[in-house]
């Protein structure tokens, strides 16, 4: 009925995620964000089945954590046995801080600073994945210095255009992540990183994109870096181990929208591999896939208070909502598509055409341009479903707004994981 699993409607008509009502859980205050954990955690087991299945457990699933990073979904990600791709020194904090285990870290990022690469050697994390050669240069000194071997994986632009919003393409040529491979670049990157002292050439990394619904740019991106790694092979005598895949799987947001099962990707993308390895008398690779969005994504909404609805007659009607663009920018970014529902009112259909806007000084500040929702009044809860990656991770503090409360639904229950910030909060580091 709902773009996911964990989202119903109970007898008083109200929407319900994770058999909490979602009106009852709107009474703490909103607008606030809410997680189903068992949602959550059906997602990172289907993840990592699928490496158990496709490639014989040879594998590892990290969790993109940009998309949501908190204590408790670090947690959650340890309990269910994956990696953790980070991306800053306050993702490594984060991470750590929660007990996650350094050698399951991998660290990302294209401009990674001194600090955090000091930081991220110092707490050994498994795998500092590589964006440029001048960062590989401070990654070989630090290391010396500290007397360690950085064990790396070397990012690479495979020259695949993933069919998705241009801000979250990534594979192509013109595009600031990474070594591209039609050039030369990364393959005389790989013969100088052979050449470095204190340096591990683990692996090689690509990530065409997120938001992908097509199978097809996987299975070309795996074909691409299997011969990749044949032709390290052929050309330097040494053999890659691992093989990183990226994340990119794409989720519901619309009722229109449709994914294929996660496990479809990996079966494609698996078959890929082996044949090509096969093909150039290659062992199989180690496989990782970095999946955010089809983890988190879909298992949360947001819940905000209508304030107001200003018909304009012939042109559109407004709802104002207590939230909005601080708390999800992706409509103003990428005019991301949502379903709305009015969680008191989620039985009846869904009539009135709307704009859903937010409370910011700002035109753009809206949520959601000509959704169909319920007649709605002042007072109505209005949620917007699929809002659990990249919204509370982007949030902000425009017009000093104070992020909302997030909390983790479990069989009825719930419980908070992030208090909502208070006024004193926003000004904690002013002077
Ligand atoms: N690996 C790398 C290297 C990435 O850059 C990303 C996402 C992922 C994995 C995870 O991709 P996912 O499975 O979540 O699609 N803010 C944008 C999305 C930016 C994606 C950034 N990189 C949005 O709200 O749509």
Redesign the pocket.
């Given at each position: 009925m709902f773009v996911s699993d964990c989202l119903n409607v109970n007898e008083k008509g109200h929407l319900t995620i994770g058999g909490c009502d979602t009106v009852e859980l709107a009474k703490r205050g909103t607008p606030i964000i809410v997680y189903d954990e068992n949602e959550i955690r059906k997602n990172c087991r289907a993840f990592v089945k699928s490496i158990e299945e496709n490639y014989d457990g040879k594998g590892r699933v990290i969790y993109?954590s940009?998309?949501f990073s908190c204590l408790e979904m670090v947690r959650i990600c340890n309990q269910e046995n994956m990696g953790l791709?980070v991306v800053s020194g306050g993702e490594i904090y984060t991470a750590l801080k929660a007990g996650f285990p350094a050698e399951r870290i991998y660290f990302?990022g294209n401009n990674k600073s001194y600090e955090e690469l000091s930081e991220a050697l110092n707490a050994g994390v498994g795998r500092i994945m590589v964006d440029n050669l001048t960062e590989l240069e401070t990654i070989s000194e630090l290391a010396k210095e500290k007397n360690v071997k950085a064990n790396i994986i070397l990012r690479i632009k495979p020259g695949i255009d993933a069919h998705t919003h241009d801000f979250?393409k990534?594979g192509q040529i013109d595009s600031k992540f990474g070594l591209a491979l039609e050039t030369g670049e990364a393959m005389e990157a790989v013969k100088h990183i052979l050449t470095v002292d204190n340096i591990e050439l683990c692996g090689v990394h690509c990530?065409i994109g997120?938001?992908i619904f097509d199978i097809e740019p996987f299975e070309h991106a795996a074909e691409v870096m299997v011969k990749f790694i044949a032709d390290i092979k052929s050309e330097t005598g040494y053999e890659i181990k691992e093989l990183d895949l990226?994340?990119?799987?794409g989720i519901k947001y619309k009722e229109s929208d449709k994914p294929n099962p996660y496990d479809s990707y990996m079966k494609a993308a698996s078959k890929v591999v082996k044949a090509e390895c096969k093909k150039y008398g290659l062992e199989v690779p180690f496989i990782i896939i970095?999946?955010?969005?089809?983890i988190a994504g879909a298992t949360a909404v947001t819940l905000y208070t209508v304030g107001s609805v200003k018909e304009i007659p012939g042109i559109r009607t407004y709802v104002a909502i207590d939230g909005g663009m601080s708390d999800n920018p992706?409509y103003i970014l990428?005019q991301?598509d949502y379903e709305v529902v009015c969680a008191n009112k989620a039985s009846e259909e869904r009539t009135k055409k709307v704009t859903v806007a937010g409370k910011c000084c700002e035109s753009g500040d809206l949520i959601q341009e000509d959704t169909m929702l319920q007649e709605v009044e002042a007072g109505d809860i209005v949620a917007v479903l699929s809002t659990g990656?990249?919204n509370y991770s982007?949030a902000s503090n425009y017009n000093k707004l104070r992020k909302p409360e997030v909390l983790m639904v479990k069989d009825g229950v719930a419980r908070t994981i992030i208090k909502r910030e208070t006024y004193e909060d926003l000004i904690k580091n002013e002077i």
């Amino acid at each position: 009925m709902f773009v996911s699993d964990c989202l119903n409607v109970n007898e008083k008509g109200h929407l319900t995620i994770g058999g909490c009502d979602t009106v009852e859980l709107a009474k703490r205050g909103t607008p606030i964000i809410v997680y189903d954990e068992n949602e959550i955690r059906k997602n990172c087991r289907a993840f990592v089945k699928s490496i158990e299945e496709n490639y014989d457990g040879k594998g590892r699933v990290i969790y993109a954590s940009k998309s949501f990073s908190c204590l408790e979904m670090v947690r959650i990600c340890n309990q269910e046995n994956m990696g953790l791709d980070v991306v800053s020194g306050g993702e490594i904090y984060t991470a750590l801080k929660a007990g996650f285990p350094a050698e399951r870290i991998y660290f990302h990022g294209n401009n990674k600073s001194y600090e955090e690469l000091s930081e991220a050697l110092n707490a050994g994390v498994g795998r500092i994945m590589v964006d440029n050669l001048t960062e590989l240069e401070t990654i070989s000194e630090l290391a010396k210095e500290k007397n360690v071997k950085a064990n790396i994986i070397l990012r690479i632009k495979p020259g695949i255009d993933a069919h998705t919003h241009d801000f979250v393409k990534t594979g192509q040529i013109d595009s600031k992540f990474g070594l591209a491979l039609e050039t030369g670049e990364a393959m005389e990157a790989v013969k100088h990183i052979l050449t470095v002292d204190n340096i591990e050439l683990c692996g090689v990394h690509c990530h065409i994109g997120s938001q992908i619904f097509d199978i097809e740019p996987f299975e070309h991106a795996a074909e691409v870096m299997v011969k990749f790694i044949a032709d390290i092979k052929s050309e330097t005598g040494y053999e890659i181990k691992e093989l990183d895949l990226g994340g990119g799987f794409g989720i519901k947001y619309k009722e229109s929208d449709k994914p294929n099962p996660y496990d479809s990707y990996m079966k494609a993308a698996s078959k890929v591999v082996k044949a090509e390895c096969k093909k150039y008398g290659l062992e199989v690779p180690f496989i990782i896939i970095e999946p955010g969005r089809s983890i988190a994504g879909a298992t949360a909404v947001t819940l905000y208070t209508v304030g107001s609805v200003k018909e304009i007659p012939g042109i559109r009607t407004y709802v104002a909502i207590d939230g909005g663009m601080s708390d999800n920018p992706r409509y103003i970014l990428y005019q991301a598509d949502y379903e709305v529902v009015c969680a008191n009112k989620a039985s009846e259909e869904r009539t009135k055409k709307v704009t859903v806007a937010g409370k910011c000084c700002e035109s753009g500040d809206l949520i959601q341009e000509d959704t169909m929702l319920q007649e709605v009044e002042a007072g109505d809860i209005v949620a917007v479903l699929s809002t659990g990656a990249y919204n509370y991770s982007m949030a902000s503090n425009y017009n000093k707004l104070r992020k909302p409360e997030v909390l983790m639904v479990k069989d009825g229950v719930a419980r908070t994981i992030i208090k909502r910030e208070t006024y004193e909060d926003l000004i904690k580091n002013e002077i």
